[in-house]
């Protein structure tokens, strides 16, 4: 018997094998969580057809754009008919333009703060809405999505991703106290650098990984890091943690200098 067994883990933003959702999904399986993962393109769904086989008992595979209301009925539709129950839900997704990353944050445009977060903060709330029949029909569950400490502080580079993710931990806090009385705890996991395709377009990500004598504990993280801790906020083992950003950045987060 694994911590998850029984479990139905819906699990939103693997695009390849650095993903962190990939690193989610291997420890919420190995923790005996049944899985359905989902895939943005074409392209990442031929990713995702080469990881399953490497996950103990496979994964359902379904599209999903988060910022697309029909796209998210048709995830819920195909979850009732295949599960009726869901009992986590992982958000790994954010996106931003290259250019509103790279200039200067003053000349950021409206149209690229409001892509921002409508990908990186909002689908929070969507994805969560959408999934919400199925995590009450589970009697409850955990929503979990993955910030950054350019949420809080000034990470020079991270400019537009920095201002979403303030208002996804935010928003995170929200569904905690709306969703806390369907027994649905939300929290958010604050990871350090990881070398993936999204962090690729972040000079401070790249920055930080060059330089862990700057944490505690003078090294980096790994997926698996992030994995386990994930699996940790979806069992019953946090059972009254909720509302939560717990940092998995070995302890970068502390430092003023
Ligand atoms: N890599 C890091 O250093 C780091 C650190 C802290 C937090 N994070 C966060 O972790 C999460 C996952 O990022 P990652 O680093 O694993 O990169 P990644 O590129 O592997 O994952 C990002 C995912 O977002 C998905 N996505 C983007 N737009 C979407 C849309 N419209 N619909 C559905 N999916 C969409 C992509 O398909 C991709 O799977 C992000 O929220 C990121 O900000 C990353």
Known sequence: ?????????????????????WGIA?????????LALTYQHDRFRENLDKLVPELPHGALTLPLDVSDDASLDALRESLAAQWGKVDIVVHSVAFARTEDLQSRFVDLPREGYA????????????????VLPLLQAAGGGSVLTMTHLGGERVMPSYNVMGVAKAALESAMRYLAWDCGGDNIRVNAISAGPLRT???????AAT?????????????????EDVGRAATFLCSD??????????????????MGM
Request: charged share 20%; hydrophobic share 50%; proline share 2%.
């Open 197 to 203: 395709l999204a962090s690729s377009a972040v000079k």
């Open 207 to 223: 920055a930080l990984r060059d330089v862990p004598e700057r944490t505690p504990l003078k090294r980096n993280i790994a997926l």
């Open 1 to 21: 018997m694994g911590l998850l067994s029984g479990k139905r883990a819906l699990v939103v933003g693997v695009a390849n094998k650095r993903s962190i959702a």
């Open 26 to 34: 291997r420890s919420l399986a190995e923790e005996g969580a049944d």
């Open 237 to 254: 083992w946090a059972q009254n943690i909720t509302g939560q950003v717990l940092f998995v950045d070995a302890g970068f987060h502390i």
């Open 115 to 130: 892509l921002s977060q409508d990908v990186s903060a909002y689908s929070l709330v969507a994805l969560t809405r959408a």
